[in-house]
């Protein structure tokens, strides 16, 4: 199918598996065991109906789609979830997603697993994007999967930071391996099988190696987004790891709405991202209503890379353009200053 022909986020899943072979499909598209939190992720956003507000003044709505991650300048709320092996749709595999994030303007975490080496991706980037102050380098965060080896994390942070990534991503929701039938059917499971004890101890080590801002990704309840809290991070990212690790877990609006009704200071205490099943402008919409700050995708710029940096460029496009006409017709005037107002939050059919 021609790129062309892709006119909304969930055609570049038509498209991979048409275009890649089976068991790279496989890997990207696998959830956990039963894929009901990979399902839920999807279906959750229309269990909630949307509010809107007529004859409001929109025109402007496009002037407030960019944001600030972490001090860092974009053009979008969104940005491109940190995800491993791009090399499977692509032989230019994460170089696509640094280059098409630059001219997007919008920003790329990079996982740890990438095909493309930590080096290579690192000078891939496009000077003169997405950054703040003097340093004129595309500014990219950095995903990482961390053990209790100081000293090898140590070096890690060491390269990290002279590469000049602007935050470290920690993902916490990988105790162990995900249990991935649909992979292992294939032969495409985990890379290994051990545990890692990650604690907040832990972290206090590691925030004293680093003067990045190390954010843990994969919080699942408002009692960890407290923690996070106070355990000094500067952001949380809500995220079931798009239901590829345990199933039945919660998706990040259902996490958001718990952290909305019981701790709602968090949104101004910390940035929250968020991600998982983000297909629509709408999808965006109704995460940013309770108060995160940026939305993260994963498969459909994973699938998309089939295309190369073009259809990496195309997601991007198709989601702000989204965003724009979905709040123009939510009756926002100016994406800032949505509010939970714009939601119904009574979910209207229970899992
Ligand atoms: C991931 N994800 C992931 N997360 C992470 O912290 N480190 C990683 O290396 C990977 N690798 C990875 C590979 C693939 C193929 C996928 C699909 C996902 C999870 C990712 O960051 C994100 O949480 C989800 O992809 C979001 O869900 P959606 O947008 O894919 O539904």
Request: proline content about 4%.
């Amino acid at each position: 199918p021609p790129l062309e022909k892709m006119v909304g986020l969930p055609d570049f899943d038509w498209a991979a598996r048409k275009k890649l072979n089976g068991s790279a499909y496989t890997y990207y598209r696998n959830g956990a065991a039963g894929e009901w939190s990979y399902r839920n992720n999807l279906e959750v956003f229309q269990r909630f109906r949307l509010r809107p507000r007529v004859m409001v003044d929109i025109v402007n709505i496009e002037d407030s789609l960019p944001t600030t991650i972490l001090g860092q300048k974009y053009s979008a709320p969104f940005f491109i979830a940190p995800c491993a092996r791009g090399g499977l749709a692509h032989p230019d595999a994460e170089l696509n997603f640094v280059k098409g994030a630059a001219e997007e303007n919008i920003l790329y975490m990079a996982s740890l697993f990438s095909s493309k080496s930590f080096d290579d991706i690192y000078a891939a980037r496009v000077p003169g994007n997405s950054s703040s102050g003097n340093d004129t380098q595309q500014a990219l965060f950095q995903q990482v999967y961390l053990t209790d080896d100081i000293n090898e994390t140590r070096e890690l942070f060491q390269k990290i930071e002279k590469a000049g990534a602007k935050a470290i991503i920690m993902t916490v929701d990988s105790a162990a391996d995900g249990n991935r039938h649909r992979a292992a059917r294939y032969g495409v499971g985990s890379a290994d099988s051990s545990y890692s004890l990650l604690t907040w101890d832990l972290y206090h080590q590691f925030t004293k190696m680093t003067s990045l801002p190390i954010v843990p990704k994969g919080i699942q309840t408002v009692e960890d987004a407290r923690l996070a809290v106070q355990n000094g991070v500067k952001a949380i990212y809500l995220s079931n790891h798009g239901g590829r690790q345990l199933d039945t877990t919660p998706s990040s609006l259902e996490v958001a709405l718990e952290i909305y009704e019981e701790a709602p200071e968090i949104f101004q205490q910390v940035e929250v991202f968020a991600d998982g099943g983000v297909r629509y402008g709408a999808d965006v919409l109704k995460l940013l209503a309770l108060g995160v700050k940026a939305v993260g995708v994963g498969r459909p710029f994973m699938y998309s890379n089939a295309f190369g940096v073009e259809g990496v460029k195309r997601v991007s496009k198709l989601l702000k353009h989204e965003i724009a006409i979905d709040a123009a017709n939510l009756g926002v005037a100016d994406l800032k200053k949505i509010g939970p107002e714009y939601v119904n939050w009574k979910s209207v059919n229970a899992w």
